[in-house]
Nanobody
């Protein structure tokens, strides 16, 4: 499956952005999906995940209550709604898909497919 992320940009602290991830090649409903981010000089960091069933979602503590992951299987698209953005949310955001075990949902190693990344910059 190929993933194409979009929706990044420059936003002021406290603002909102919605990232989209369009999948092609296979239906995204066959996979768990998620978002990771990478700030300059740092490793990939788990942000959010949604199990293949679509009924369970998981968030990093740093974004819980502010970010929402969702998917539209009919449109083969995954979304990340980001509210109350903070300067520390500045990073390249990657959408991912794969078949991780439940214990591996928060690990980048659990996902076989990665989008190209979209840059989110939050100014203070």
């Amino acid at each position: 499956v190929q993933l194409q992320a979009s929706g990044g940009g420059l936003v002021q602290a406290g603002g909102s952005l919605t990232l989209s991830c369009a999948a092609s090649g296979r239906t995204v409903s066959a996979y768990a999906v998620g978002w990771f981010r990478q700030a300059p000089g740092k490793e990939h960091e788990f942000v959010a995940a949604n199990r293949r069933s679509g009924t369970s979602t998981y968030y990093a503590d740093a974004v819980k209550g502010r970010f929402t992951i969702s998917r539209d299987n009919a449109k083969n698209t995954v979304f990340l709604q980001m509210n109350s953005l903070k300067p520390e949310d500045t990073a390249v955001y990657y959408c991912v898909a794969g078949s991780p075990a439940l214990s591996g949902l928060r690990s980048s190693a659990g996902y076989s497919y990665w989008g190209q990344g979209t840059l989110v910059t939050v100014s203070s």
